[in-house]
């Protein structure tokens, strides 16, 4: 007894379908004078379909919350490593939810942006993947779209936030 077996590529499209055949005797060789019984093909295993795997986004952060001043924007208060533990996490939103005592009404936007790689925030040079105009209910929700790609090598993400002229004090 022989059994036909194969290995998956970690990257495998989810939810295709693979299966093997073997549709004629001729596709076999044996060495003369022995011959192979035909009666036996077309043979065809049955599909097997490629599950997704489970990966699990790992999550490291820094604080850099300033002190800010009324009508800044623009403003650094946090960076966010992201990695997949194996193959890729597509992250999609991302939600934030504010903290202190500062009215909603005085946050008049929250972004995230993807760090070009140096590891420091700028607006011009890094790309802005998602925002929200201020928060409701103490939240941002942050719809990301396209969704990011988060591999096992780590991506750097910057949460700033923008303030209001007359914000409380």
Same mark, same amino acid.
């Given at each position: 007894?022989?059994?036909?077996?194969?290995?998956?590529?970690?990257?495998?499209?989810?939810?295709?379908? @693979?299966?093997?055949?073997?549709?004629?005797?001729?596709?076999?060789?044996?060495?003369?004078?022995?011959?192979?019984?035909?009666?036996?093909?077309?043979?065809?295993?049955?599909? +097997?379909?490629?599950?997704?795997?489970?990966?699990?986004?790992?999550?490291?952060?820094?604080?850099?919350?300033? +002190?800010?001043?009324?009508?800044?924007?623009?403003?650094?208060?946090?960076?966010?490593?992201?990695?997949?533990?194996?193959?890729?996490?597509?992250?999609?939103?991302?939600?934030?939810?504010?903290?202190?005592?500062?009215?909603?009404?005085?946050?008049?936007?929250?972004?995230?942006?993807?760090?070009?790689?140096?590891?420091? @925030?700028?607006?011009?040079?890094?790309?802005?993947?998602?925002? +929200?105009?201020?928060?409701?209910?103490?939240?941002?929700?942050?719809?990301?779209?396209?969704?990011?790609?988060?591999?096992?090598?780590?991506?750097?993400?910057?949460?700033?936030?923008?303030? +209001?002229?007359?914000?409380?004090?």
């Amino acid at each position: 007894t022989y059994y036909l077996t194969a290995d998956v590529a970690a990257g495998a499209a989810a939810y295709s379908t @693979f299966g093997l055949s073997l549709p004629a005797a001729s596709y076999l060789t044996v060495l003369s004078p022995d011959s192979v019984d035909a009666a036996a093909f077309p043979f065809s295993s049955a599909l +097997a379909t490629i599950s997704p795997t489970a990966d699990v986004l790992s999550v490291t952060h820094q604080d850099l919350a300033p +002190a800010v001043t009324q009508g800044a924007v623009l403003q650094a208060l946090g960076k966010l490593t992201l990695a997949a533990n194996a193959n890729s996490v597509d992250l999609s939103s991302l939600r934030l939810d504010k903290t202190g005592t500062l009215p909603d009404a005085d946050v008049t936007a929250i972004r995230l942006y993807r760090d070009n790689g140096d590891g420091i @925030f700028s607006s011009g040079a890094d790309a802005l993947v998602a925002q +929200a105009s201020g928060l409701t209910g103490g939240v941002a929700n942050l719809v990301i779209s396209p969704a990011e790609t988060i591999t096992t090598s780590a991506r750097i993400y910057f949460a700033t936030a923008d303030f +209001a002229a007359l914000a409380a004090v």
